[in-house]
C-alpha cells in the first residue's frame, strides 16, 4: 500500500485544480448576459416567411429597427394643437438618443381627440442598451404640458424584458444555492457537506458558462435569457444530485471498509455507472433539440449538454476528491459508524414493505392516479400567449398597450410588413385593405408620409396596421387572412412579415418541432436504459412510466394554469422544455433506482433485490428529487410567466416522478414481474421469494 502521503497527492491535486477553474471562470457565472440575445427574428429558422420579409427589409432602412410607440393622454378633454406641436418637438428630440436611428414619426391625434401618438426608431441590434434607450425616450417625451404619457411596443417590451432578465445574473443564482444549501442542511444535518456539494455545483456552472461564453462570442451557440438562466438551475441542480448519490454510497461504504480510500473506491465504482448514464441520458435530450427549427431552442441542446457534462464531471472528480481529505468529518457532526453497522432506513423500510406485500395493488393504484391526471393533457393551451401575458406582474409597456388600444387601432406603430413587387403593389395594396383586422395599408416611402414608395431591387415595402393589438390572437388571425389575400395576388410574389407574424411563425414552427423531437427524445432514453440495464423489459417499463408521469403533469397544468396562476396560455415552448427536462430527469431516479436493484437482484432475486434496492435509495433519491424540484422552483423569482410555467412543470413533475413513479409504480410493477423485467438478461434465474423487508433489514453493501 503506498505510503499515507502518497496516497493524498491525487484527492489533493484534484481539489487544487478545480479550485484554480474556479478561480479562474467563476465570475463567468454572471456575465452570460454579456454575449446574449432576445430579438425574437433570429431565432426563427431562415425559411420562415417572416425571417425572408426581415432579411428584404434591410434594403429599405439602413439599419434594423425597433420601434418605441409613444401614447399621450390628455388629462382634460381633448388634445390641444399646442400640445401636439409640444409632442412633434419631443418626438424629434427622443429620435436624437443613443441608440436611436434618427427616424421619428409626427404625432398623430386620435379619432375620439383624446390621444396622440408617435413612433420613435431604436435600432434592433442595442441588446442590454435597449432599457438605456428606452429610458431616454422616456425622458424626451414625459415634457408634453397636461398629457400623461406611455411607452409601447417591441421595444418597450424588450425593455421590460430585460429588467425582469437583470435578475438572472445574481438573484436567480443566490436564490436556487440558497435553497439547496437550506435543504442539505436540513437532509444530512452536518455544516461541511452541504458546502462540498454546493462549492462542486458552483465550480461546474463556472466552467460551462465560460464554455459557453467562449462559443457564444464566437456565433457558435446563441444564448437568450431564458437559456441563461436555465443552465444555471439546470447545472446547480444535475450537480447536487450527482454529488447526493455519491455522497450516499460513500456513507454507506465507509463503515465496510478498513479506510476512506477503499470506501471511496468502492462508492466512485459503483455511483460512476448510473451518474454516467443519468448525464448521458440529459445530454443526449437536450441535444435532440438540434433538429428544432427554432434557434433558441437548438442553442439550448447543446448550451445544457455542455452544463450537465460540468456536473457530472465535477461530481466524479472533485467531490470524491474532497470527500476523501475530509473523510468521516464531511458528515460531522452526524459521522458515519465506524462498527461496520449497516444504515437503518425507517420509512423506506416501511415503504418496501408495502411494495412486497402488495405489488399489484400498489402499481395499479400509481397508474390510475397518473392516467387520470393525463386525462386533463389535451385542454392545455400552448398555442402560445400575447407579450403582454409575458408578465407575471404588470409592466409599464402593458400598461401602455392598454391605453394604445382605448384610442387607437391596436396594431398602431408596429404594422404587418408586406414586401411584393413593384408593379403589382397597387394590387397588393386593394387585397390587403380588404381583408378584416387590417384598418390601414400605406406605402413605406423611407422619408415624410405621404411621398413616392422607396424601390429596392424592383421591391416595394407596404405597411399594414392592423386593428387589434399586434401581440393578440385576433392580431394573429388577421395576418393569417393578409398573407392568403396577398399570396392570391398574381405576380406578385408578395411575403407578410413583421411582429405579428414572427409569433405565428414561431408558433408553427414550434408545433413542428414537438412532433419530430419528442418521439426522438423517448428513443434516445430507451437505447440508453436497454445498454446500462442489459434488458429490453425494465427499459420499455421506465420510459413508459417517465412518458405518462409527462401527460401527467400537463394535465394538472392544464387546471392549475388558468385557475390557480391565472395564466390564459402558455407559450409554445413551454411544453418541449417540459418535456425534455422531465423525461431526461425524471429517468435518472429510475436508473439510480434500478441499477441498484440490478446489483441486488445478482445476490438475492428480482423481489427481493428491488426491494433492497428502494429501502437503500429512497432517502438519498428523494432528497435528490426534492432539492431538484427546489431549484427549479426557483426560476419563479424572474417575473417572467414562461420561466414560472417552466419551474412549476419541472419542480411539480420531479416531486410527482419521485414520490409516486419511483417509490411505488416501478418498484411494484418490476416485483410483480420478477425475473421477466430483466429478459432477455437471466439476472435470478430461480427468483425465490422476497423476505419481508419489514422485519429484516437488508444489509446494503
Known amino acids: 500500500m503506498p505510503p499515507r502521503r502518497i496516497r493524498f497527492l491525487l484527492p489533493l491535486a484534484l481539489v487544487l485544480v478545480w479550485l484554480a477553474l474556479g478561480g479562474a471562470f467563476g465570475s463567468f457565472a454572471g456575465r452570460l448576459s454579456e454575449v446574449s440575445t432576445n430579438d425574437r427574428a433570429a431565432f426563427l429558422p431562415k425559411s420562415a416567411e417572416s425571417t425572408r420579409v426581415a432579411a428584404l427589409e434591410k434594403g429599405f432602412q439602413a439599419e434594423g429597427s425597433l420601434p418605441v410607440i409613444v401614447v399621450w393622454e390628455a388629462r382634460e378633454g381633448s388634445v390641444t394643437a399646442e400640445q401636439r406641436t409640444a409632442a412633434d418637438r419631443a418626438l424629434r428630440a427622443a429620435a436624437t438618443v443613443p441608440g436611436a436611428t434618427g427616424q421619428a414619426s409626427p404625432a398623430q391625434p386620435s379619432a375620439d381627440g383624446r390621444a396622440l401618438e408617435g413612433v420613435v426608431a431604436l435600432r434592433s441590434d442595442l441588446g442590454r442598451a435597449t432599457v438605456d434607450s428606452v429610458d431616454a425616450v422616456r425622458a424626451r ?13 417591441p421595444a418597450a417590451i424588450a425593455a421590460d424584458l430585460g429588467g425582469a432578465f437583470a435578475g438572472v445574473d445574481g438573484l436567480l443564482l443566490s436564490v436556487a444555492l440558497g435553497v439547496v444549501l437550506v435543504i442539505l442542511l436540513a437532509v444530512y444535518r452536518s455544516v461541511l457537506l452541504p458546502l462540498l456539494v454546493i462549492v462542486g455545483a458552483v465550480f461546474a456552472l463556472g466552467v460551462a458558462c465560460a464554455l459557453v461564453a467562449v462559443l457564444a462570442q464566437h456565433g457558435v451557440v446563441r444564448v437568450d435569457g431564458q437559456i441563461q438562466g436555465l443552465l444555471s438551475i439546470l447545472v446547480i441542480g444535475a450537480a447536487t444530485d450527482y454529488a447526493l448519490l455519491l455522497t450516499a454510497r460513500f456513507r454507506e461504504e465507509l463503515p465496510l471498509h478498513p479506510d476512506r480510500f477503499a470506501a471511496m473506491r468502492t462508492a466512485w465504482r459503483r455511483s460512476a455507472e448510473p451518474i454516467v448514464a443519468s448525464g448521458l441520458t440529459v445530454a443526449l435530450g437536450l441535444l435532440v433539440l438540434l433538429l428544432s427549427d427554432l434557434t433558441n431552442n437548438r442553442a439550448l441542446g447543446p448550451v445544457g449538454a455542455i452544463g450537465i457534462c460540468c456536473a457530472v464531471v465535477s461530481a466524479l ?53 397518473l392516467v387520470a391526471c393525463a386525462a386533463f393533457a389535451p385542454a392545455l393551451d400552448a398555442r402560445g400567449v400575447a407579450q403582454t401575458d409575458l408578465f407575471v406582474k404588470e409592466q409599464p409597456s402593458v400598461v401602455a398597450q392598454r391605453v394604445l388600444s382605448a384610442h387607437f387601432p391596436g396594431g398602431s406603430g408596429n404594422p404587418a410588413v408586406i414586401v411584393a413587387k413593384e408593379d403589382r403593389a397597387a394590387a397588393v395594396t386593394t387585397a390587403a385593405r380588404a381583408v378584416p383586422g387590417v384598418s390601414a395599408v400605406a406605402a413605406f416611402t423611407g422619408g415624410a408620409p405621404g411621398g413616392p414608395a422607396k424601390v429596392v431591387d424592383g421591391l416595394v415595402r407596404l405597411d399594414a396596421t392592423l386593428a387589434d393589438p399586434a401581440d ?10 393578409l398573407r392568403t389575400a396577398v399570396h392570391a395576388v398574381a405576380g406578385a410574389d408578395a411575403l407578410v412579415g413583421g411582429y405579428t ?32 440495464l442489459r434488458s429490453l423489459v425494465a427499459p420499455l417499463i421506465l420510459a413508459a412510466s417517465v412518458a405518462l408521469s409527462y401527460l401527467a403533469v400537463l394535465g394538472v397544468c392544464a387546471v392549475v394554469f388558468p385557475h390557480v396562476f391565472g395564466f390564459p396560455a402558455t407559450d409554445p415552448s413551454v411544453p418541449l422544455y417540459g418535456y425534455v427536462f422531465l423525461v431526461a430527469l425524471g429517468v435518472d431516479y429510475n436508473i439510480f433506482l434500478m441499477t441498484r436493484a440490478r446489483e441486488e437482484s445478482l445476490r438475492h432475486g428480482t423481489r427481493e433485490g428491488v426491494l433492497r434496492a428502494l429501502t437503500a435509495t429512497g432517502g438519498v433519491i428523494t432528497s435528490a428529487g ?76
Open 626 to 701: 426534492v432539492v431538484l424540484a427546489a431549484t427549479f422552483a426557483a426560476l419563479a423569482v424572474i417575473p417572467l410567466a414562461f420561466l414560472v410555467q417552466i419551474a412549476f412543470i419541472v419542480a411539480f413533475g420531479v416531486l410527482l416522478d419521485t414520490l409516486l413513479v419511483r417509490s411505488l409504480l416501478v418498484p411494484a410493477l418490476v416485483h410483480d414481474l420478477g425475473a421477466r423485467a430483466w429478459w432477455p438478461a437471466r439476472v435470478d434465474p430461480a427468483d425465490s421469494p422476497a423476505e419481508p423487508v419489514g422485519e429484516q433489514v437488508p444489509a446494503a453493501r
Open 472 to 481: 393578440g390572437d385576433a392580431a394573429v388571425a388577421a395576418v393569417l387572412r
Open 141 to 153: 417625451v414625459a415634457q408634453v404640458p397636461g398629457t400623461t404619457v406611455a411607452l409601447a411596443g
Open 501 to 532: 407574424a414572427q409569433q405565428e411563425d414561431t408558433r408553427a414552427t414550434a408545433s413542428r418541432d414537438r412532433g419530430v423531437i419528442v418521439p426522438v427524445v423517448l428513443l434516445c432514453i430507451l437505447l440508453i436504459l436497454i445498454v446500462l
Open 317 to 369: 472528480t472533485f467531490l470524491p476528491a474532497a470527500l476523501v481529505l475530509c473523510g468521516r468529518a464531511a458528515y460531522w457532526p452526524a459521522r458515519p459508524p465506524a462498527d461496520g453497522s449497516a444504515p437503518v432506513h425507517g420509512i423506506w423500510r416501511r415503504v418496501a414493505s408495502l411494495v412486497g406485500r402488495r405489488p399489484r395493488t400498489t402499481w395499479v393504484a400509481a397508474l390510475a392516479a
